[in-house]
Structure formats: C-alpha cells, structure tokens
C-alpha cells in the first residue's frame, strides 16, 4: 500500500465515527439528501438485484439505496467506517474490508456498483485497477455509476490534480477523461451529468434543490458551474485487462 493510501485510510478510520456530523456541518443535511436522491433515482431505473457501494464508507448512500435491491455490499478499506455502517442495521446488507483495486468478489457478482466521490482519490495506478475490478464483478450489462469531483468546474478548471498535499491526493474528472476510461475497459457511458452548482451558504433555503438541478442541466453553464459530475457506465462486450 502506497503513503498516500495509508493516510487516507487513517483518516477515514480517525473519523468514521464523526463523519454524518462532519458532512452536515460542513456540507449541509440539504447536500446529503441531494446527493443521495441523485444516486437512488440512477440506481432505481435499472431495477437492481444486486450492489456493491466500492468506497461505502460508514454507509450513508448504501443505506439509501439497500431498500432499491435484495442485496448490497458495503466495501470500504476503513475498518472503522464499516463498523459505523454496520451498526446502521441495514437487513439486506453486509460489509466487505478490502481495497477498490482487489475485491474479494466472484466474477459477474453483481447488477450495479456505485461510488460516490471516491475514484478521484486514487491515483492512476490504483484507479485503473479498481475499474478493471469494478467491470470483472459486474453481470453482463452491468451498470458502473460514480461521482466525481468535476475539472470544467470554474474553481478547478486548469488544475488536474492536487497532487500529494500532506500526503493525501485528489484528481478532478473532465467528461472527456470519463470517455476515455470508459473506451478504455469497454462500458458505454449511458448518461453524464452534473451537480451542486450553487454555493454552500444557499444549502437550507427552500427552493435550492430545484435550483441547483435546474443551472446544472443547462448546457455549458451547467457544466462550468458544478462542482461535481456523475456518469452511468455500461458494461460492453469481453475486454482484456488493459
């Protein structure tokens, strides 16, 4: 395991029993059911029996979408976020320690796998191999939906990665990168989209979710103005591991 992944997951360990609180203080409670209403509605269209959340962290979008599926699969590197999901007492779900990059999954396992926010920590090493991965556990025709945080976004255009600041790493994704990887491990990309365009002190006023989608769809504005982009990937054909 590399430095910047060994730190990650300490700080994922650090805070997993804080990090609901975290994210509401920090991002909002009207951003966590935005961002969890998005991933529901992506997942609930394809009827799923199956899901695997690669990167579920303490469970807050494996729970959301545990009611869409028979069952869902919670995998996070952080043994201490898991704990936290487990304790949500979810009945269809179960928990998984391992690393995007080497799942301890059979072959075609699952309909969809979902993650939120989580490949732009990875760098490229890490990133290809966790997609590999995520087509190898997938069905025939399987769908991959991920977000990401977005490079055309005005704050970030310009800038592809962060780099290793204090050891940690965060890449931005252009649509163009996510055809590319698509192309590359031979899923179709379905549908690409973008969200929270509007800033965070707009988070509790009424009206900010209907807002928010409706810049976030307009073309090109929309696209300059998000923060984060979310893509629905399809499974194509037989591929060799590139």
Request: hydrophobic share 40%; glycine share 8%.
């Amino acid at each position: 395991m590399k430095t910047y992944q060994i730190i990650e997951r300490r700080k994922r360990d650090y805070a997993a029993q804080s990090y609901d609180e975290w994210l509401r203080t920090n991002k909002g409670s009207l951003f966590d059911i935005y961002e969890r209403e998005l991933f529901v509605r992506l997942v609930k269209e394809h009827k799923p029996l199956s899901v695997i959340d690669v990167g579920s962290g303490t469970g807050r979008m494996t729970e959301a979408l545990a009611p869409l599926t028979k069952r869902v699969v919670g995998l996070d590197f952080s043994s201490q976020s898991l704990e936290v999901l487990l304790r949500r007492n979810i009945n269809n779900c179960s928990a998984l320690c391992a690393s995007g990059a080497s799942l301890p999954v059979k072959n075609e396992s699952f309909d969809i796998a979902v993650s939120c926010q989580v490949l732009p920590l990875m760098q490229l090493e890490e990133l290809l191999m966790t997609l590999g991965e995520i087509r190898r556990i997938l069905k025939p025709h399987g769908v991959f939906i991920f977000s990401a945080y977005n490079y055309d976004y005005w704050r970030y255009h310009g800038v592809i990665d962060t780099g290793e600041i204090g050891g940690s790493y965060r890449k931005h994704f252009s649509s163009g990168y996510v055809y590319h990887l698509a192309r590359k491990f031979n899923f179709r990309v379905q549908e690409l989209g973008y969200y929270k365009s509007l800033p965070l002190r707009l988070f509790r006023r009424k009206g900010w979710i209907a807002a928010d989608r409706l810049i976030c769809a307009a073309p090109y504005l929309g696209r300059i103005t998000s923060a984060y982009l979310v893509s629905v990937l399809q499974k194509e054909g037989n591929h060799d591991h590139c």
